[in-house]
């Protein structure tokens, strides 16, 4: 079983910043690609940002030198800083990391957080 959980989401005002996490937990061979996308109201989700295993990072324009995605490997941990903030950054905020589980240590498989809402107003 693998959960991602995520955390960090909030109110913040226009300008601010906030910093999300992602934790994997349990019968993790290993983590390759993470990532995090995004869902406004009545919008389709959105890709964020990605990282892969090795550490190279991949941005939407929208948040492109506003957002830094990282990770701790050692931690199965992914984080999201976030910056100058605004309004059009409102979403649910979505942790996605492709997995070989020890069980099935030869399938990678896609799994999902449960989200975390970010809200972005004065």
């Known amino acids: 079983q693998v959960q991602l959980v995520e955390s960090g989401g909030g109110w913040v005002q226009p300008g601010g910043s906030l910093r999300l996490s992602c934790v994997a937990s349990?019968?993790?061979?290993?983590?390759?690609?993470m990532g995090w996308y995004r869902q406004a109201p009545n919008k389709r989700r959105e890709l964020v940002a990605t990282?892969?295993?090795?550490?190279?990072?991949d941005y939407a324009d929208s948040v492109k030198g506003r957002f830094t995605i990282s990770r701790d490997n050692a931690k199965n941990t992914m984080f999201l800083q976030m910056k100058s903030l605004n309004a059009e950054d409102t979403a649910v905020y979505y942790c996605?990391?492709?997995?070989?589980?020890?069980?099935?240590?030869?399938?990678?498989?896609?799994?999902w957080g449960q989200g975390t809402q970010v809200t972005v107003s004065s």
């Open positions: 996605t990391a492709q997995i070989q589980s020890r069980a099935t240590p030869w399938r990678e498989s896609d799994y």
């Open positions: 349990g019968t993790i061979f290993r983590i390759n690609a």
């Open positions: 990282t892969s295993s090795g550490g190279s990072t």
